[in-house]
């Protein structure tokens, strides 16, 4: 008779257990969140935009070697970031995000992410959800010409100081340079030391215009199309061209400049 009421006992335990865990698990699955508020449901951004080169000329995205168009989007309540990244061809282009208030910042990248230019930050623009936000269209200035920065060496401790006190003795210096399979390229060079500016060097390849020695630690830089070139560089000891090198360039598009050092040769001729 006990054993039958402890059996019994135990049974209605176990029971009441099974349905004590059944409820739990039916909570937790079914009315868990049933109180939450559905999500909201995202805004959408369009961007269109066109691109100049630095005169103010409509051009193209090959033309300035730009890949795409990147869009940052701060949101002021929260902080966080929104990227968006547009194909450069694709204008006008949209994108969702999470609705609110957002700054924004617009750029002009090449393939490896250099920025090329950029445009006006977009402020305190507010996206609604489930609605289009059209954006300001904007305007990229970018440079559609390759950069070259030269420097000139010799073998001598440095190119300007006499040949008595190990330099190269070079009292003037030319430079042309030509477009392979072409003509002059009748580039104007900024001569810089540092961040100082010396002067400019502009290219005649009829008559090139003797400047004075130019030292190794200083720069030639100009913009141009980014194509094959030839470099004519003459290191003068007086009248005579003692110190001469003539470099093949490949300048690039824009986005890397061309940096290169011209390695100039002494000549074994008379008066060096």
């Given at each position: 008779?006990?054993?039958?009421?402890e059996s019994r006992i135990l049974a209605f335990a176990h029971?009441?257990?099974?349905?004590?865990?059944?409820?739990?698990?039916?909570?937790?699955?079914?009315?868990?969140?049933?109180?939450?508020?559905?999500?909201?449901?995202?805004?959408?951004?369009?961007?269109?935009?066109?691109?100049?080169?630095?005169?103010?000329?409509?051009?193209?995205?090959?033309?300035?070697?730009a890949q795409s168009v990147a869009v940052q989007l701060r949101?002021?309540?929260?902080?966080?970031?929104?990227?968006?990244?547009?194909?450069?061809?694709?204008?006008?282009?949209?994108?969702?995000?999470?609705?609110?208030?957002?700054?924004?910042?617009?750029?002009?990248?090449?393939?490896?992410?250099?920025?090329?230019?950029?445009?006006?930050?977009?402020?305190?623009?507010?996206?609604?959800?489930?609605?289009?936000?059209?954006?300001?269209?904007?305007?990229?200035?970018?440079?559609?010409?390759?950069?070259?920065?030269?420097?000139?060496?010799?073998?001598?401790?440095?190119?300007?100081?006499?040949?008595?006190?190990?330099?190269?003795?070079?009292?003037?210096?030319?430079?042309?340079?030509?477009?392979?399979?072409?003509?002059?390229?009748?580039?104007?060079?900024?001569?810089?030391?540092?961040?100082?500016?010396?002067?400019?060097?502009?290219?005649?390849?009829?008559?090139?215009?003797?400047?004075?020695?130019?030292?190794?630690?200083?720069?030639?830089?100009?913009?141009?199309?980014?194509?094959?070139?030839?470099?004519?560089?003459?290191?003068?000891?007086?009248?005579v061209d003692c110190w001469r090198a003539d470099d093949l360039?490949?300048?690039?598009?824009?986005?890397?400049?061309?940096?290169?050092?011209?390695?100039?040769?002494?000549?074994?001729?008379?008066?060096?």
């Amino acid at each position: 008779m006990l054993i039958n009421t402890e059996s019994r006992i135990l049974a209605f335990a176990h029971t009441s257990i099974l349905l004590i865990l059944t409820g739990l698990i039916a909570f937790a699955s079914g009315s868990g969140c049933g109180g939450c508020p559905a999500p909201s449901p995202p805004g959408s951004i369009s961007l269109a935009w066109s691109i100049t080169d630095l005169s103010g000329q409509p051009t193209g995205c090959d033309q300035v070697n730009a890949q795409s168009v990147a869009v940052q989007l701060r949101n002021r309540a929260s902080g966080n970031v929104v990227a968006a990244t547009f194909p450069c061809p694709s204008s006008p282009s949209t994108t969702q995000l999470p609705a609110g208030t957002y700054d924004i910042s617009i750029e002009l990248h090449a393939a490896d992410g250099t920025r090329l230019a950029t445009a006006p930050d977009q402020a305190g623009v507010t996206i609604v959800a489930g609605q289009l936000t059209q954006l300001t269209p904007v305007t990229f200035a970018a440079n559609t010409k390759g950069s070259l920065v030269l420097s000139l060496a010799t073998a001598a401790t440095t190119n300007c100081q006499p040949t008595g006190m190990n330099g190269a003795g070079i009292t003037g210096t030319t430079i042309t340079l030509v477009i392979n399979g072409d003509g002059c390229a009748p580039v104007t060079f900024i001569r810089s030391l540092g961040t100082t500016q010396r002067g400019t060097y502009t290219v005649n390849c009829s008559s090139p215009a003797v400047t004075t020695c130019i030292e190794k630690d200083e720069t030639l830089t100009t913009n141009l199309a980014a194509q094959g070139y030839t470099i004519h560089v003459r290191g003068k000891i007086g009248a005579v061209d003692c110190w001469r090198a003539d470099d093949l360039l490949e300048v690039p598009p824009p986005g890397k400049p061309l940096t290169h050092t011209v390695g100039l040769a002494r000549q074994n001729i008379p008066g060096c």
